[in-house]
């Protein structure tokens, strides 16, 4: 069985983190979403917020898992089997960091592959930054992340 990892902050998942699931879904037998706890950013959303958003995001993946985790994705991702981390491009711009972060995952555990999907165009410009700055200032974020996540965001903020 080959399982994937995507790892991310998810703060909040998005239709482009969506579009990259399901294309990582089509792809290997299992994938994990792994959200992780960064002790550094303070998130707009808690991780367990965030888990229960994604949970009911992804109904229909069959193949698809929630989780979280501290400390390096590459021993998360030993942790469960995995042989892939699944990493979303959105634009050019995001390939030299996404690039150099492979590379040092690579270095810390060479069996294991990074996978690069991109987004349909109409979700390049898409980020949970976005998002956060158009909810903070009144905006419609309807069009950009699933219902729920909409619903939810909307009575919180």
Excluded: W
Aim: charge should be neutral.
């Amino acid at each position: 069985m080959k399982i994937a990892i995507y790892p991310g902050s998810f703060d909040p998942i998005t239709k482009g983190h969506l579009d990259i699931l399901k294309n990582a879904s089509e792809i290997f037998d299992k994938v994990i979403i792994a959200v992780a706890h960064n002790g550094e950013k303070k998130g707009f959303l808690t991780v367990e917020e965030r888990v229960m958003l994604i949970k009911e995001s992804i109904k229909g993946f069959e193949n698809v898992e929630v989780d979280s985790f501290k400390g390096l994705t590459i021993e998360y991702a030993k942790k469960h089997g995995a042989e892939v981390l699944i990493r979303g491009l959105r634009a050019v711009s995001d390939f030299e960091y996404e690039m150099q972060l492979s590379q040092t995952n690579s270095a810390l555990c060479p069996d294991i592959k990074t996978v690069f999907l991109t987004t349909k165009p109409k979700y390049n410009f898409i980020s949970s930054s976005t998002i956060k700055e158009i909810l903070n200032n009144g905006g419609d974020i309807s069009k950009f992340v699933p219902e729920c996540v909409f619903q939810y965001l909307t009575k919180k903020c």
